[in-house]
């Protein structure tokens, strides 16, 4: 077991809630910046631009005491101090939903490292989140950042022979197997999709948070996480549609997701483009490209050219109503898993007679 970290557990849940707004904070100017950011501009130097935050309205930057998590949203009334036009919500939610991330967190694996690394491992799901929604996308380094959080923790936990990380067949880490299995699952669903349906059923954004998932949590953890974002999705989803359906009701289409339908088709691609994709993430390969580009390796700026291309083309699909991205329901499932996956497994083995009813 673990060794917790000394001191009273009322201590660290203040230091986690604290830093769980403050982490919050930035993850708002980071949803920012990588949603905007040009297809030329690195991570690095969107998330260390040198100007200060600033006001979406009036543009002029914000002081310190307009920065202080939770509290300078609220004592402003959720309006600029300067201008007064609204600030959007979404902010406050962001700060206090990593917050309560934090100590949910705690609660659940005391205070321990294992507890920091699952919130740098949600941490960047929940920009993962707030991005897709907006844009539809996930950028590439919050996937690449969970991956590593969960391989490099996995290793830690290994050195330090932390039950349930044990190295497979004594070579293989967890989280690297864990990874393949849950990147496999995605691809044989974008496969079976462009099979069935000729375009594609998965984007790889997904594909790579699943990977990302699979390398933090335990297998059956994370195989759990995808049903529960499958249920997730089918009631929130539901839910939407009938609203949507209902205030449309009897009038026509609208013209705007009339053209995002016909847009969303994009360029054609083929079964083996997708299966090489897949291959690549299989093999961790974009990994390694990713990192060559930005060691400027010239055949590595090169493979990367035509993903920077197909970022830039994002800004012209616009979503409709009805469109839902499947990413946020990915991010829910896994962190309701953390909690509940061992309980609903123990509980389908008990219905199906496998073993005994939990106590």
């Not at 939770?70 to 990593?98: D, H, M, N």
């Not at 694996?109 to 996308?137: H, M, P, Q, R």
């Not at 997701?257 to 997708?274: C, F, H, N, Y």
């Amino acid at each position: 077991m673990e060794q917790r970290l000394p001191l009273p557990i009322g201590f660290w849940a203040v230091i986690f809630g604290v830093s769980g707004a403050v982490v919050g904070s930035f993850l708002n100017m980071a949803i920012w910046r990588l949603a905007r950011r040009k297809p030329t501009e690195g991570v690095f130097w969107t998330l260390n631009n040198p100007r200060r935050s600033y006001c979406p309205n009036c543009r002029k930057p914000l002081s310190v005491l307009d920065n202080i998590p939770l509290i300078s949203f609220l004592a402003l009334g959720a309006k600029c101090r300067q201008c007064r036009e609204p600030i959007a919500w979404r902010y406050f939610w962001v700060e206090l939903l990593t917050a309560g991330c934090f100590l949910s967190l705690l609660l659940h694996f005391g205070a321990t490292l294992e507890a920091v690394a699952y919130c740098l491992f949600f941490s960047a799901l929940l920009a993962a989140l707030f991005i897709d929604l907006e844009k539809f996308i996930i950028p590439d380094e919050l996937n690449t950042f969970a991956l590593l959080v969960g391989v490099a923790f996995d290793i830690w936990a290994v050195a330090t022979h932390l039950p349930g990380h044990a190295l497979l067949w004594g070579w293989l880490p967890r989280s690297i197997f864990g990874a393949i299995i849950c990147a496999g699952v995605f691809v044989l669903i974008q496969l079976l999709g462009f099979v069935l349906f000729r375009k594609e059923a998965m984007g790889d954004g997904d594909v790579k948070l699943a990977r990302a998932i699979g390398a933090m949590l335990p297998l059956s953890q994370a195989l759990v996480s995808f049903l529960l974002a499958i249920a997730v999705g089918a009631v929130l989803g539901g839910l939407l549609l009938a609203i949507t359906s209902a205030r449309g009701r009897g009038g026509p289409v609208p013209e705007e997701e009339q053209v995002d339908d016909a847009a969303d088709e994009g360029e054609p691609i083929s079964l083996g483009e997708i299966a090489i994709r897949g291959v690549f993430y299989l093999a961790f390969i974009d990994l390694l490209v990713g990192l060559g580009a930005a060691l400027r390796i010239p055949a590595a700026v090169k493979m990367m050219e035509p993903l920077a291309e197909e970022s830039g083309e994002e800004d012209d699909f616009h979503p409709g109503p009805t469109h839902i991205p499947f990413g946020p329901y990915m991010v829910v499932g896994a962190f309701l898993a953390v909690f509940f996956a061992e309980l609903l497994i123990r509980w389908y083995l008990a219905w199906t007679g496998l073993t005994a009813p939990p106590p």
